[in-house]
């Protein structure tokens, strides 16, 4: 956070902290069905319905807002459906064909994306946080037929554009300003009549139940990136089961500042919001300023506050940092805070990547909030969590969400031998199928309709990936304990054999984070002939400290087993994640301890 920002908000808070007054939520005033609009799971037909045919029980309802105004749900969709009468021109209604865009965190994301879907194309979002190198690969391998930026980022998907010998579109910012409204109005002045006949937008027939709507590639940590095929009918699975799990309503202000090309973004804060009717703040970046003054937006009514926010860890981390540099030595604001995030705000979630028990405990106390912690992936939407009601346990991710089957199995068993199935889960009940220790532990397996089809013309990777009876086999090793599920890592690179023994990176980081002078932290694995591997940490440290390896092993046996103790450390200044706070491991391996 800058000095100057940190200036405004101290001088903002202590110059209106004192006026604050209880205001009386009015409710904005939108149709019956807007209103009391929300998902019965158990009402929902098979067949897929695309979020822009929601669109028309919303109306002239806030949909969006971002940094250049407010936008209505019918204002998205009409400039969605004109921009996806160009792409019919373009490449033929129902074609399938990939659509690349990199857009800002604004409304033209949401046209683009829904235009995509009307048109009967694959949607598939880039990030400018991405070097060129990468975008040539995501754009190539997908076989992207057309890619559409805006001129913010023109300079930088130009060069992709003209070495893939793609067609190049420059969305048009009038159709994003014909979405908004001027004085309680939309500016786009299409008929009535075509908005409430938008249930007839799309593609005619069967087309949704039965096509693709999106790529997501893989996070590429632990090998190369992967175009995940999600199908319109998988998105839909997603969304049912989170609206039905964390009860996203219409009423709902849900505060949007994560990337938009990773599930977390693209289908937990965007997707299902906008599905239910709900509105979206989307920040066009995360700034930790910025998320403050929305968490904690002084005389402001109920009916226009925040009320939901998501996040990875390390948001979490930064804003806990900035709250102890500006906020902590002062009481009445640390009072108003807690406040009013354990009053005003829903629902605050933690995913993407392992929440240290340091930081689930600290954002406790400054915000009365236990986080809720969850498991998913981009193959498979959303799997297990933390209840919205009732005990939440640090370092857990609950339990299967509904739709979804989980298995634990023992590591692979040897070519031709059937799979040996430990822990069996369902939203209703989980059951102990075989013990072999307490707790149990071994590989978590996926079933159900929220899981991807495959991967993008690699039929080999996909079929690896799939048991014989269709399980998805996800590459993380769980542990099931009290009818509870935790993620122990991936197996392949969080779970190191030193002596005989399995150790969890997660659990030893978790352990380190707790001393007073480590803020970041990452363990590893590296090669060792006598313990096979040994347990090394890699850690950031707080301004003016030091940390000696004796003295961490010290502070380590206060929590954690002998063997899982690190005996090497290094010290880093900065540890290397990807935009989701996604640690690369490998990367750490080759690099800062030069293993091949």
Not at 40 to 64: E, I, M, R, W, Y
Not at 96 to 116: G, T
Not at 410 to 439: F, I, R, W, Y
Request: charged fraction near 20%; include cysteine; charge should be positive.
């Amino acid at each position: 956070m800058s000095s100057l920002m940190r200036r405004k908000l101290f001088l903002f808070f202590n110059s209106s902290i004192r006026a604050h007054k209880p205001v009386v939520s009015r409710r904005t005033q939108h149709s019956k069905a807007a209103i009391n609009s929300t998902i019965d799971t158990n009402q929902l037909s098979s067949d897929v319905v695309p979020v822009f045919k929601q669109a028309t029980h919303f109306g002239d309802k806030t949909a969006l807002r971002d940094m250049h105004g407010d936008y209505t749900y019918r204002g998205i969709f009409l400039s969605a459906k004109q921009f996806a009468n160009e792409l019919n021109e373009l490449l033929g209604e129902g074609k399938q064909e990939r659509v690349a865009f990199l857009l800002p965190n604004d409304a033209s994301y949401v046209i683009v994306q829904w235009a995509c879907w009307i048109s009967g194309q694959i949607a598939v979002p880039l990030s400018d946080q991405h070097p060129t190198s990468v975008l040539d690969y995501y754009v190539s391998d997908a076989d992207a037929k057309v890619i559409i930026t805006t001129m913010e980022y023109l300079p930088l998907i130009e060069s992709v554009a003209e070495k893939s010998k793609r067609r190049l579109i420059v969305f048009d910012d009038v159709l994003r300003v014909l979405a908004m409204k001027v004085d309680g109005k939309i500016a786009n002045n299409k008929s009535d009549h075509e908005f409430e006949n938008s249930l007839d937008a799309g593609v005619k027939g069967n087309f949704y139940n039965n096509s693709n709507a999106m790529f997501i590639y893989t996070s590429g940590t632990t090998s190369k990136p992967k175009g995940v095929v999600l199908s319109h009918k998988n998105l839909q699975a997603q969304v049912n089961s989170l609206v039905s799990a964390w009860k996203y309503n219409s009423k709902d202000i849900v505060l949007h500042t994560l990337p938009l090309n990773h599930v977390h973004g693209v289908i937990n804060l965007l997707l299902c919001p906008l599905y239910v009717g709900a509105r979206c703040i989307m920040l066009p970046r995360f700034e930790s300023s910025s998320v403050w003054s929305e968490l904690i937006a002084i005389n402001l009514q109920n009916s226009e506050r925040t009320n939901v926010f998501m996040a990875v860890p390390t948001i979490y981390m930064k804003l806990i940092h900035d709250y102890e540099q500006l906020f902590s030595k002062q009481p009445k604001i640390k009072e108003y805070i807690y406040n009013v995030c354990s009053t005003k705000m829903r629902l605050m979630v933690s995913g993407s990547a392992p929440l240290p028990k340091p930081i689930f405990d600290r954002w406790e106390e400054i915000t009365g909030h236990r986080l809720l912690e969850r498991y998913g992936m981009t193959e498979t939407g959303m799997t297990l969590s933390n209840p919205l009601e009732g005990e939440r346990i640090p370092g857990t991710v609950g339990t299967p969400l509904t739709g979804v089957e989980v298995r634990i199995t023992k590591a692979e068993a040897q070519s031709g031998c059937d799979t040996a199935v430990l822990v069996h889960g369902t939203t209703e009940k989980s059951n102990v199928v075989m013990k072999t220790s307490d707790p149990v532990s071994g590989d978590l397996q996926i079933k159900g309709p929220s899981v991807f089809k495959e991967y993008w013309k690699k039929p080999d990777v996909t079929a690896k990936s799939f048991t014989s009876d269709g399980w998805f086999k996800t590459g993380d090793t769980v542990q099931y304990e009290n009818g509870i599920y935790k993620i122990l890592g991936r197996t392949s690179i969080d779970i190191i054999k030193s002596g005989g023994y399995k150790v969890s990176a997660l659990e030893v980081e978790t352990a380190i984070l707790g001393h007073p002078d480590i803020i970041d932290c990452a363990v590893v694995g590296i090669s060792d002939s006598t313990w096979g591997q040994k347990v090394a940490a890699v850690v950031v440290l707080r301004e003016n400290t030091e940390v000696i390896l004796s003295q961490l092993r010290i502070f380590g046996k206060k929590s954690l087993p002998h063997y899982a103790v690190p005996t090497v450390l290094k010290v880093v200044e900065k540890i290397p994640k990807n935009n989701m706070g996604k640690v690369n491991k490998p990367y750490i391996l080759t690099t800062i301890f030069e293993e091949k």
